[in-house]
């Protein structure tokens, strides 16, 4: 009796402690049920437009004068004058006396060939009124002229005075030329580069005296590559005469004293070589009067400033601008298809720049592009495209 009531007890317990587990399983609240997650790649969507598009070209060169001179003696002296202006940076005007030499030997040779003119002159008159006087003498007898011997009527020796006054007018000439080139002028308006001799410098001919540059115009030489020569529509060579009926206008722009400042420049002509170094191709683009010197220009263009230049395209073309990143590797752009789905598409691209590419075809008008990065993207994934707050404000091309 005391066995069976032993073993009772516990086992008691155990049946116990299972009813209440059971109790407790069965009327526990049922877990929430939680909704699956929405798989679809949020992706911000642009709706492209066709647009009207004149390209541009961005380059660079420096600027240099069209025309340089090296001002050279044409005859030896010691230089007996030096005008003000005749500095670095001075700017001389056309005719310009800039250098005098002594003109003292000049003027006694051009002296000395006035006398000898004048004596020669002399001589053929008095050879003249000879064969006058001969041909006189040879009537009395008679006889034709066309039958006098040529030294009877004192032919040849009028034949050489005659020659003898072209001798010494052409060496008066000459005295005349020498004295006028101790005076060094300024071929054209200028702006003086160096200045090499002064006052008590003795110079002898071909002796190098300074340099000028004109400062008419200026020219910048602008390299393109052949991808932006077919950008622009363009064919070299280029040559004035086409370009007087179609400008080529490009803008240039340079730092100076810390602001930026900008010019209007005029293609002129092409190079019409192909530069071996960098295959580059170049165009010359010209600025009038770029010191303004004669216009009222706000800042002068110094020669040798290092500018930017704009080209513009002479052409226009219609076609779909998109932001860079929106197009991927292989030339495809990621669509959103009328099932949510992603959709890669292969477009054909114009142009890019920093910011946008150019598509000519491929696409159409009220696709969905996405613009927003999806990491690999998978033909037909599902998709869900936002409201793209940053594309509709991005800042497109001025000239769109």
Request: net charge positive; no cysteine.
């Amino acid at each position: 009796m005391k066995l069976t009531s032993k073993y009772v007890a516990p086992l008691a317990l155990v049946v116990l402690a299972v009813t209440v587990s059971v109790a407790m399983n069965q009327f526990k609240p049922a877990p929430p049920k939680l909704e699956s997650p929405d798989t679809a790649l949020p992706v911000e969507t642009f709706s492209p437009k066709e647009r009207v598009v004149q390209f541009h070209i961005n380059t660079q060169g420096t600027v240099e004068p069209r025309t340089r001179t090296t001002l050279v003696s044409e005859v030896s002296g010691r230089v007996e004058f030096v005008a003000e202006q005749f500095v670095s940076g001075g700017v001389v005007k056309q005719g310009d006396v800039l250098l005098r030499l002594d003109p003292s030997d000049y003027r006694v040779a051009l002296h000395r060939a006035e006398a000898e003119l004048a004596s020669k002159k002399a001589q053929f008159v008095l050879e003249q009124a000879k064969a006058t006087q001969a041909k006189k003498e040879w009537r009395l007898t008679g006889q034709p002229l066309n039958k006098a011997p040529v030294l009877a009527l004192r032919q040849p020796y009028l034949d050489e005075a005659r020659a003898n006054v072209q001798r010494a007018e052409a060496e008066l000439q000459q005295a005349q030329v020498k004295l006028a080139r101790t005076r060094i002028r300024a071929p054209y308006d200028a702006i003086v580069v160096d200045k090499l001799v002064d006052v008590g410098h003795y110079v002898s001919t071909a002796t190098e005296m300074g340099e000028v540059f004109a400062v008419d115009r200026v020219e910048v030489r602008l390299p393109l590559t052949d991808s932006d020569l077919a950008l622009m529509g363009l064919s070299l060579p280029m040559v004035a005469s086409d370009l007087a009926v179609t400008p080529l206008p490009v803008q240039l722009s340079a730092t100076v004293a810390g602001k930026s400042q900008q010019w209007q420049a005029t293609i002129v002509r092409s190079e019409g070589v192909v530069d071996t170094r960098n295959r580059s191709h170049y165009l010359i683009a010209s600025i009038t009067d770029p010191y303004g010197l004669k216009s009222a220009r706000p800042t002068a263009l110094v020669i040798g400033s290092f500018v930017n230049a704009r080209i513009q395209s002479p052409q226009q073309h219609t076609l779909f601008v998109v932001p860079r990143n929106a197009v991927l590797e292989g030339s495809q752009l990621a669509l959103v298809d009328a099932h949510q789905r992603l959709h890669l598409q292969g477009v054909y691209v114009q142009h890019r720049d920093d910011q946008f590419a150019y598509i000519a075809s491929g696409i159409d008008e009220g696709q969905s592009i996405i613009v927003s990065p999806v990491g690999l993207p998978i033909e037909g994934m599902k998709v869900k495209p936002v409201a793209p707050p940053s594309i509709s404000m991005r800042k497109m091309p001025r000239w769109l």
